[in-house]
């Protein structure tokens, strides 16, 4: 459910691009490749378990979040991630 508020709040906002990479029983959705990290202005975790593969958004900006903002409150959480981006 995360995933889709994320997802349909960029849809609806222009110069946004997001991907979400899911982590739970059956592995690893949609996983995020390094140069997608690289590329990447901000990184959003939003969990409430530790999450795999850490170690690849080392000197990123990290948007530490409930898995339930984005579910409660979708614009909130990216106008926090592009504040976060632009500091």
């Not at 958004?57 to 898995?67: Q, R, T």
Request: aromatic content about 2%.
């Amino acid at each position: 459910m995360a995933t889709e508020a994320l997802e349909k709040t960029v849809s609806n906002t222009n110069g946004l691009e997001i991907k979400v990479e899911q982590q739970g029983a059956m592995g690893i959705i949609n996983k995020i490749e390094q140069n997608e990290v690289n590329a990447a202005d901000v990184v959003i975790i939003a969990a409430d378990k530790n999450v795999d593969g850490m170690n690849r958004f080392k000197n990123k900006k990290i948007l530490n979040i409930s898995v339930s903002k984005p579910i409660k409150d979708p614009k909130k959480v990216l106008q926090d991630a592009i504040n976060l981006a632009n500091n």
